[in-house]
């Protein structure tokens, strides 16, 4: 082969103009799309990853013989829940009450899992705000942030009255993962007005400093042997209404535990866990 059809094949190689032009247009509308595979594709193995990893936790997770020793629910539901603005209200008058009740059945931390976004009547903010000043349990108040999306008017009642308490305040806000399901701990907002969330704020309120690994993952904890619930569930109407042998009763699954005060209403959210299925 001679050197001037040399020449000629490797020009041949050489883009003209044109297809220099069409090269590049269909270059740059092709990259959105190739962006949008390569990042679905690497959240689909991340969540494939992490959905091997809820399985082998089912078959692993821990099922104590009985409830926790060490905590307790009080769960406000629908009978104790009025409504304002049409979102769920529990009566600030009731739960103060519960907040002394509980308090005076011994508890050794009282977390308060519900937000207080708008006023309630005076009378009955200042009885709630007096409880939680009063109480002698070591008492950690729940906290909206800024992924809550709390307006302005919100977010200034909420510090007004978590300052007139004085407390201690950690953020509620969960972290969930594409598929729905919650699997890690929630870090901090950006620029954060609360640093600590609620469960660090429990566990500093008991002389534990919650260590943060890289990847936070929550430590699941199963039903009991026999299909019970991981934790001692009382209904908040039955501190209302318990007297004599129920008073005893109660004592003994309040006294000495972290004790949580929080709403199970039909507007509750619900929130799936490697621990329940995706019809849960």
């Known amino acids: ?3 001037s059809r040399i020449a000629e094949w490797l020009r041949s190689f050489v883009p003209t103009r044109r297809r220099l032009v069409v090269g590049i247009l269909v270059a740059l509308a092709l990259t959105p799309a190739l962006l949008f595979v390569q990042r ?4 689909s193995a991340f969540l494939l ?8 936790q089912k078959f692993t997770v821990l099922r104590p013989p009985d409830s926790h020793p060490l905590v307790a629910l009080i769960v406000v539901d629908d009978e104790l829940v009025g409504r304002s603005q049409g979102a769920a209200e529990v009566d600030r008058v009731v739960l103060a009450r519960i907040v002394r009740t509980v ?5 050794r931390v009282l977390g308060i899992d519900m937000t207080f976004l708008t006023p309630s009547t005076a009378a009955a903010d200042e009885a709630l705000v007096n ?14 942030d800024e992924r809550s999306r709390v307006d302005g008017q919100e977010a200034e009642f909420q510090s ?15 972290r969930v993962d594409r598929d729905g399901v919650v699997r890690f701990w929630a870090s901090p907002a950006d620029n954060a007005s609360v640093p600590l969330s609620f469960p660090a704020q429990l566990m500093r309120a008991v002389g534990t400093e919650r260590r943060e690994p890289p990847y936070p993952r929550i430590d699941w904890l199963g039903n009991t042997l026999d299909g019970g619930a991981p934790f001692a569930v009382i209904p908040a109407s039955h501190l209302r209404e318990a007297l004599g042998q129920d008073v005893r009763r109660l004592s003994a699954a309040v006294k000495d535990r972290i004790v949580l005060i929080g709403l199970s ?16």
């Open 131 to 144: 409880a939680l000043r009063q109480a002698r349990s070591a008492t950690v108040m729940g906290f909206a």
């Open 103 to 107: 308090d005076a059945l011994g508890a």
């Open 49 to 56: 990853e992490e959905q091997l990893h809820d399985w082998h």
């Open 160 to 174: 007004t009255l978590l300052a007139r308490v004085a407390r201690p305040v950690g953020f509620t806000h969960i």
């Open 40 to 43: 679905s594709l690497h959240a």
């Open 1 to 3: 082969m001679d050197s």
């Open 265 to 280: 209403t039909k507007e509750t959210r619900r929130i799936r866990t490697p621990l329940t299925g995706a019809d849960r």
